[in-house]
């Protein structure tokens, strides 16, 4: 058990977990109040009440992706990806960090988006699916785990 497993295990699992929450409240999960907060939210950034539900997709894929390390690496191109339209549809560019500003800011979603892209290097570390499937898969199957 070395360092550097135990990194990439800690932050994967934790941004997977992170994106459970954000998933669960499009799905309207959290209730119907939480729901109807982030479709006003939407309708309030130009975007229809479809694009809450494509929103909620991809957490959930990125919920997938990190919490298991299930194709790592292309969950955490999608979640960068995702982090970076965020971040500017929903105008948060125009603020600094989220927490000291009213509405959000940029650099948190931005930091996301940059510790996801690390895991394209990486993958998803040796306690992961991905790992998992590279040990039983045959040498072309093991295009799978990515």
Not at 2 to 21: A, E, Q, T, V, W
Not at 65 to 78: N, P, S
Request: some cysteine; overall charge neutral.
């Amino acid at each position: 058990m070395n360092p550097k497993d135990i990194h990439l295990f800690l932050i994967r699992i934790y941004i997977g977990i992170d994106f459970s929450h954000h998933f669960a409240e499009k799905f309207g999960l959290l209730g119907p109040q939480a729901f109807d907060n982030v479709v006003a939210y939407f309708h309030s950034v130009g975007f229809p009440t479809v694009f809450v539900i494509i929103a909620g997709l991809c957490e959930f894929a990125a919920f997938i992706g990190f919490t298991f390390g299930l194709f790592t690496r292309v969950a955490a191109v999608g979640a960068a990806l995702y982090l970076v339209v965020s971040l500017f549809s929903g105008h948060h560019e125009q603020f600094g960090f989220t927490w000291a500003n009213p509405g959000g800011g940029w650099e948190y979603p931005a930091l996301w988006a940059f510790v996801c892209l690390s895991y394209v290097l990486t993958g998803g570390g040796r306690w992961s699916v991905d790992a998992w499937l590279r040990k039983r898969l045959p040498g072309h199957a093991r295009l799978l785990s990515v």
